[in-house]
């Protein structure tokens, strides 16, 4: 009888040992000089394990330990020699408390021509409360930066991430395919000016699921060239709800279709679903629209 789990345990290595897991190459930021004191300049350590897990042949782990990294703006570009990288975050990001280094930048954290990109955990302090006041006091301000964007990739998957206080929109995908977010949680204050949670646009396959998002602007807003696009238990409070446009703004502009929003709660917002449209001729459409079991 003893040989059965010696042959359970024997064949539970095996088998681990075989995963992409255990094949996966790793870099952990610490490596690189990152420093998590929340003062020192991190940026070039992360972009240094960004650029040798990209360059892996195998899949890759870039490790974010516990603690608080500062860091101005990281462009991670792709494409990359494997398709299966996680970014597994256990601490802080921090943008620079000063609005203006960013202020102007349009992003702080961007992933471009990339497949297979997966972040888990961690939190993304974009600091964007002394840009929100400047905006507010009616001053001439810079637009600020989303504190984090996906463009013209595949295949990504964001989880367990929290982004507070993001200086414009927190998460942004754009001309993007087969993205999953869930569990997230996206927080700003109920005035803090152009804070979308999750702006999706140019982009298929995108899934949100089992979120929470209280912000100053749409909890989750849509822009043209969207479809198949499915939200689902999703707990939006405060801000404006979830919309669909503004469409038409240009003359020629792709269309919005097979969008589903169901189950979500709203929580003290101005609007629950909602599509916006400019008063002029344009190409633009929403078809296939489906709002069901939504509760406010």
Same mark, same amino acid.
């Given at each position: ?9 024997l064949? /539970? %290595?095996i ?5 992409p897991?255990?094949?996966a190459?790793?870099? /952990?930021?610490?490596?690189?000089g990152?420093?998590p ?13 960004? +650029? ?9 782990? %870039? ?5 608080? @990294?500062?860091?101005?703006? *990281?462009? @991670?570009q792709?494409p ?9 975050i ?10 203006g280094?960013l202020?102007?930048a ?16 961690? &939190?993304?302090?974009g ?5 929100? +006041?400047?905006? #507010?006091?009616g001053?001439?301000?810079?637009s600020?930066?989303t +504190?984090l ?5 595949? #295949? ?11 200086q414009?929109?927190?998460? *942004?995908? #754009?001309?993007?395919?087969d ?6 949680r ?7 000016p152009? &804070?979308d949670?999750? =702006?999706?646009?140019? +982009?298929?396959?995108? &899934?949100?699921?089992?979120s929470?998002? $209280? ?10 060239? &969207?479809?198949n696009?499915? %939200?689902?238990? *999703?707990?939006c409070?405060?801000?404006? $709800?979830?919309? %669909? ?6 003359s020629?502009?792709a269309? *919005? ?19 916006k ?7 633009g459409?929403?078809? #296939?629209?489906?709002f069901? =079991?939504?509760?406010?």
């Amino acid at each position: 009888m003893a040989v059965l789990p010696l042959l359970i345990a024997l064949l /539970s %290595i095996i088998f681990f040992a075989s995963s992409p897991l255990a094949k996966a190459a790793q870099y /952990s930021v610490l490596s690189y000089g990152a420093m998590p004191d929340g003062k020192t300049d991190s940026t070039k350590a992360f972009a240094a394990a960004w +650029s040798q897990a990209c360059a892996s042949t195998q899949p890759a782990t %870039i490790s974010v330990p516990k603690g608080s @990294f500062a860091l101005g703006q *990281v462009r @991670f570009q792709g494409p990359c020699k494997n398709n299966a990288i996680l970014v597994r975050i256990d601490g802080t990001l921090l943008a620079p408390s000063d609005y203006g280094v960013l202020g102007r930048a349009q992003n702080w954290l961007i992933f471009e021509h990339v497949n297979g990109v997966t972040i888990s955990g961690g &939190t993304l302090d974009g600091q964007g409360a002394g840009l929100w +006041s400047c905006k #507010n006091s009616g001053k001439d301000c810079p637009s600020g930066a989303t +504190s984090l964007e996906f463009s013209n990739s595949n #295949n990504i998957a964001i989880t367990g991430l929290a982004s507070l206080n993001s200086q414009m929109f927190h998460i *942004v995908i #754009n001309a993007c395919q087969d993205v999953k977010v869930q569990g997230v949680r996206v927080s700003a204050a109920g005035d803090s000016p152009n &804070t979308d949670g999750i =702006h999706v646009q140019s +982009s298929t396959g995108v &899934t949100i699921l089992n979120s929470r998002i $209280g912000t100053g602007d749409d909890c989750v807003s849509i822009g043209p060239g &969207t479809s198949n696009l499915w %939200i689902e238990n *999703v707990a939006c409070g405060p801000g404006h $709800g979830i919309s %669909i446009g503004s469409l038409g703004k240009d003359s020629q502009e792709a269309g *919005v279709q097979n969008v589903t929003v169901k189950t979500t709660t709203f929580t003290g917002t101005e609007n629950g679903v909602r599509i916006k449209t400019w008063g002029r001729p344009s190409s633009g459409f929403a078809r #296939n629209i489906l709002f069901q =079991h939504n509760l406010r």
